[in-house]
């Protein structure tokens, strides 16, 4: 499932900020989210569910993003559309028929093959097109002879630092420990470029935990936020609360002190040899708790500070990852802070511009807090 691209800005803004697993339309045709305690699966929810039954309801729209960016595709691909309305639970195109065939393979062949970990997914034929392509392409050139490797020693390997000593450098980058923590909070503004659109854009953050964006549209407010234990987004009035995955990477981006934080959050880390960045070496260090999936981090080699975020949001179907690059670190009352990143997903992209930051100013938490739900009869403009 994918959004009509009409509203690619506040798609990919109220998809990024939240790390693009909601979509307000699709969830206002849905039920009301339960408790944590009880999650719904997707068959108490949701109507002629027949493959995916037992996944949690709220990793059913994830999954269909999953499959949109797979094969480059929109909802209606394989879904009905009536009017301004999508009828989910209609099986009259073929397509939807054999998307069910395939994830049934997909399922079959990772029980079969790879001992149930989803080591292939719809990606994995499919990398973007509707039609995976099956024949080897013909050569349009002629070869040309590579030139011959320089000679390494056999047993050369590259001498690469501890991630300890990263993540300590990346600390003492941005201000260390002391700096970091003589700071509370954190008021910034700015614009958001997506697809040529700017809009205005504010982000309150708060010690130790909560964080808030509001993205200024002309029909109304887009908001992501972490009051410090749920997340939650609205559009013009409509608020509802992240999914678990949502609410995961909503933490991490909400991690006031993250800097020093980081070393807390997994388990375990590894280094290797990171890819240019704008011009800069950097090393990648991979953080990594069991059973969750891992967080990348890339560290430029020579300031130590943080150039790109990369993390995986787990679907029924395989992970969707969200690309974080951040730049233009600006000293800020003793802690450097970028006042440019640039968030990337499959299909989607911005850039976030800080023109304006304070910091210790007051901010009540009440402004991290949901506002009350609409009332029953009301529905989210467009539906």
Not at 85 to 114: P, Q
Not at 145 to 151: L, M, Q, R, T, V
Not at 308 to 315: D, G, I, N, S
Request: glycine content about 6%.
């Amino acid at each position: 499932m994918s959004l009509n691209r009409r509203n690619t800005p506040f798609v990919v803004c109220a998809l990024a900020l939240s790390t693009g697993l909601a979509i307000v339309g699709a969830w206002a045709q849905s039920n009301p989210p339960q408790s944590p305690a009880a999650p719904k699966l997707a068959e108490e929810q949701f109507k002629n569910i027949k493959v995916l039954k037992g996944v949690p309801a709220d990793q059913i729209f994830p999954s269909m993003q999953f499959i949109t960016a797979s094969l480059g595709v929109e909802c209606q691909y394989c879904h009905v559309r009536e009017g301004q309305k999508l009828v989910f639970e209609k099986d009259d195109k073929k397509t939807k028929v054999t998307a069910r065939k395939m994830m049934e393979m997909m399922f079959a062949i990772n029980k079969d093959n790879f001992e149930g970990h989803r080591d292939v997914t719809c990606y994995s034929c499919h990398r973007g097109a509707a039609d995976p392509v099956g024949t080897p392409l013909v050569a349009t050139e002629d070869a040309k002879p590579e030139p011959e490797p320089a000679k390494a020693p056999a047993d050369a390997k590259p001498v690469l630092p501890p991630a300890d000593q990263l993540l300590d450098k990346y600390l003492a980058a941005v201000g260390g420990q002391a700096a970091l923590q003589k700071v509370t909070s954190r008021v910034e503004k700015g614009k958001l470029d997506a697809g040529g659109h700017q809009l205005p854009i504010e982000v309150y953050a708060k010690a130790p935990d909560k964080r808030i964006s509001i993205m200024h549209m002309p029909n109304g407010e887009s908001i992501t936020a972490f009051d410090g234990k749920q997340g939650w987004l609205s559009n013009a009035g409509h608020p509802h609360p992240m999914s678990a995955a949502e609410n995961a990477a909503a933490r991490i981006d909400s991690d006031f002190y993250f800097a020093s934080d980081v070393k807390t959050l997994y388990q375990k880390f590894t280094v290797v040899p990171g890819e240019k960045i704008d011009g800069h070496d950097t090393y990648l260090v991979f953080g990594r708790n069991e059973g969750q999936p891992p967080l990348r981090l890339y560290f430029d080699q020579q300031t130590g500070l943080l150039l790109r975020l990369v993390r995986y949001a787990e679907t029924a179907l395989g992970r969707m990852p969200t690309q974080i690059d951040y730049a233009d670190y600006h000293d800020a009352d003793g802690v450097k802070i970028p006042y440019r990143w640039t968030l990337a997903r499959p299909g989607n992209r911005f850039t976030i511009q800080i023109d304006q930051v304070q910091q210790n100013v007051p901010v009540d938490d009440a402004k991290f807090a949901p506002p009350p739900p609409p009332p029953p009869d009301q529905k989210p403009a467009g539906h």
